[in-house]
T-cell receptor, first 112, second 113 residues
Framework: AQSVTQLDSQVPVFEEAPVELRCNYSSSVSVYLFWYVQYPNQGLQLLLKYLSGSTLVKGINGFEAEFNKSQTSFHLRKPSVHISDTAEYFCAVSRGSYIPTFGRGTSLIVHP | EAQVTQNPRYLITVTGKKLTVTCSQNMNHEYMSWYRQDPGLGLRQIYYSMNVEVTDKGDVPEGYKVSRKEKRNFPLILESPSPNQTSLYFC????????????FGPGTRLLVL
């Protein structure tokens, strides 16, 4: 079975500060990893994904994430956040099966 | 424009009154799925479909039905809604489902009284 843990339910940060949203997963086999963002009153959209290859993955809006197999982590980072980055962020894992597992979400709140 | 549409976007109903939430995609995707989103629980998959006439249960299928008669449509049916089905529902689609990006609809907020 696979599971995803997002370690922080809420992350407050000031505008232009760096941010890291943490995600750990458990799976006994190779996985695909995703970060999705949900802006207020909208559906989810893909930020970035790791399938194979380079462990540093770059996504949209200046976000990046690093796959760490030994620590089973896939943390999301941005060096300088904007007010418009305020949203809910979801980490998800799939073993290639049809049922991806989502984390409970991290609410990123950017303060001016 | 490539998109997943859901209707209605908002729905208030009463216990036991059958309802259907429609989902349609225009990207010729084979894989479609339904999720519910609840505070503190994230997204949980209800049902998914790998292609026309092929559906299977997700993690929380109780109280829901689905059908896939056409590739583009994947309606979610609540035969006898109950208050614990009050939630935010999302439809999603992808080309094949296996490890691929899912495209989400805008969501349907359901309140069952």
């Amino acid at each position: 079975a696979q599971s995803v843990t997002q370690l922080d339910s809420q992350v407050p940060v000031f505008e232009e500060a760096p941010v890291e949203l943490r995600c750990n997963y458990s799976s006994s086999v190779s996985v695909y990893l995703f970060w999705y963002v949900q802006y207020p009153n909208q559906g989810l959209q893909l930020l970035l994904k790791y399938l194979s290859g380079s462990t540093l993955v770059k996504g949209i809006n200046g976000f990046e994430a690093e796959f760490n197999k030994s620590q089973t982590s896939f943390h999301l980072r941005k060096p300088s956040v904007h007010i418009s980055d305020t949203a809910e962020y979801f980490c998800a894992v799939s073993r290639g099966s049809y049922i991806p597992t989502f984390g409970r979400g991290t609410s990123l709140i950017v303060h001016p | 424009e490539a998109q997943v549409t859901q209707n209605p976007r908002y729905l208030i109903t009463v216990t036991g009154k059958k309802l259907t939430v429609t989902c349609s995609q225009n990207m010729n995707h084979e894989y479609m799925s339904w999720y519910r989103q609840d505070p503190g629980l994230g997204l949980r998959q209800i049902y998914y479909s790998m292609n026309v006439e092929v559906t299977d249960k997700g993690d929380v299928p109780e109280g829901y039905k689905v059908s896939r008669k056409e590739k583009r449509n994947f309606p979610l049916i609540l035969e006898s809604p109950s208050p614990n089905q009050t939630s935010l529902y999302f439809c999603a689609s992808s080309y094949t489902g296996r490890g691929e990006t899912q495209y989400f609809g805008p969501g349907t907020r359901l309140l069952v009284l």
